[in-house]
């Protein structure tokens, strides 16, 4: 080989090893696995269904979705963790894997910092539902809270759920006290706020708004900064009264930790592609979820600030797990 020949080759040496290694292979080439760390059945699994029929369309690969539950959502993230950094196994998960958890379970939750973020694909807001004749307003209820110190209730999903979270950040709020219910899911609280046996409750607009519309509960406030095109006469609770106030479920994309940034960038902009074609939205918006499709840049600061909203809320109220 020629000293010419021999500087060519080291010079090609030396630009290339830093190339992803995903450039080497169009991207998907085989199956894409989605851990979904929470059981089937939930609002984000329907939004899950119809993204992995959407990807699997888009890139000619199946793509599957694995239920791993438990452990307020640690098991499943934990096996996504620990998968090769490849793209090949995603996250989808609500705000809970990606802000609360490491607050609450400590070591036992993986750090979020760690994930290689994608996308923040959509949001759902959540609504104040109370049980029928309780209170005409906002206000009002305030005023009866206030009243009787103590003695309203407020139905959650468990302590450190989204739902507890969000009324005791009421509670703050309001400057007021109330009994905590919990409950194993929405649906079980939501059927005793139709039943008078609880007061109140925070939840997402998907599964009270039915509810609301049949007259067997109602809502009284959107915690959003903006109303709902659902129910544009129904305020937010900063217009009625209580400033500041937003508590919106996000469904978060991530890779495992060490996915190659350029990789985290095609598979957001494949989502927001998707997220932005018109059966979609159209579907979407039929399921009162809105869609999103951020960057992963974008979804880092989402997750970043939601942290930060919520470890004021636990840190303030010294929440604890039983």
């Not at 609450?104 to 004749?133: E, H, Q, W």
């Not at 406030?221 to 305020?235: C, G, L």
């Amino acid at each position: 080989m020629t000293g010419l020949r021999r500087l060519l080759l080291i010079a090609l040496l030396l630009v290339t090893p830093g190339a992803p290694a995903f450039t080497q292979e169009k991207f998907p080439s085989r199956l894409v696995k989605v851990v979904l760390p929470f059981p089937p059945g939930s609002t984000l699994d329907a939004f899950t269904r119809i993204m992995v029929d959407r990807m699997a369309q888009k890139w000619g690969q199946s793509v599957v979705v694995e239920n791993i539950s438990g452990g307020g959502g640690n098991i499943g993230t934990e096996r996504f963790v620990r998968s090769p950094p490849d793209g090949y196994t995603l996250l989808f998960a609500p705000p809970g894997p990606f802000t609360i958890n490491p607050m609450l379970y400590g070591a036992a939750a993986p750090d979020p910092t760690k994930f290689t973020p994608i996308s923040v694909m959509a949001r759902v807001p959540n609504v104040l539902v109370t049980r029928n004749k309780l209170a005409d307003s906002v206000q009002g209820l305030i005023a009866l809270a206030k009243a009787n110190p103590g003695k309203l209730t407020y139905a959650s999903q468990g302590v450190g759920s989204t739902s507890f979270l969000t009324s005791k950040r009421f509670e703050m709020k309001a400057n007021i006290q109330m009994l905590h219910v919990p409950y194993r899911g929405a649906g079980p609280a939501l059927n005793d706020i139709v039943a008078g046996h609880v007061d109140i409750m925070f939840d997402n607009i998907v599964t009270s708004l039915p509810l609301h519309r049949a007259g067997t509960a109602r809502i009284l406030a959107i915690a959003d900064t903006e109303r709902s095109n659902a129910m544009p006469e129904t305020p937010t609770l900063a217009e009625a009264g209580v400033p500041t106030f937003r508590s919106v479920a996000f469904f978060g994309s991530a890779a495992p930790p060490g996915t190659p940034p350029g990789l985290a960038e095609q598979i957001s902009s494949d989502f927001a592609e998707i997220l932005q074609q018109p059966a979609v939205v159209a579907r979407l918006r039929e399921l009162l979820i809105e869609p999103v499709g951020t960057t992963p840049a974008q979804a880092r600061k989402i997750f970043l600030e939601e942290t930060a909203m919520w470890g004021k809320v636990i840190t303030d109220t010294g929440v604890t797990l039983p």
